[in-house]
Nanobody
Framework: QVQLVESGGGLVQPGGSLTLSCAAS????????MSWYRQAPGKERESVATISSTGGMINYADSVKGRFTISRYNAENTMYLQMNSLKPEDTAVYYC??????????????WGQGTQVTVSS
């Protein structure tokens, strides 16, 4: 059974920090492209950061560059998102996403249940 379980969300003041975790199970984590997405109220879900299977390629949304850091630890099937200098506009539900390698047919896409991040004074 595939599971992606996010944790680490909560309420933080502007300028503060949080670290999100995504614990994966039920699939070969080390071969999957992993991403963090977020969805704010009334807005579409958007990609925040993506990391390749080995961690060698990383991309960030322009809105979080220089503030957020994505990482993964394949030995423990876990992905992280370190969020610094948080702003009220970072408030959203954050989701963990996994996409299978290109050679998988059909492609498999998995989502976590989400964790709420609220940035407010």
């Amino acid at each position: 059974q595939v599971q992606l379980v996010e944790s680490g969300g909560g309420l933080v003041q502007p300028g503060g920090s949080l670290t999100l975790s995504c614990a994966a199970s039920g699939f070969t984590f080390s071969t999957y492209l992993m991403s963090w997405y977020r969805q704010a109220p009334g807005k579409e879900r958007e990609s925040v950061a993506t990391i390749s299977s080995t961690g060698g390629m990383i991309n960030y949304a322009d809105s979080v560059k220089g503030r957020f850091t994505i990482s993964r630890y394949n030995a423990e099937n876990t992905m992280y998102l370190q969020m610094n200098s948080l702003k009220p506009e970072d408030t959203a539900v954050y989701y963990c996403n996994a996409v299978s390698p290109a050679y998988y047919s059909p492609r498999r896409i998995y989502w976590g249940q989400g964790t709420q991040v609220t940035v407010s004074s």
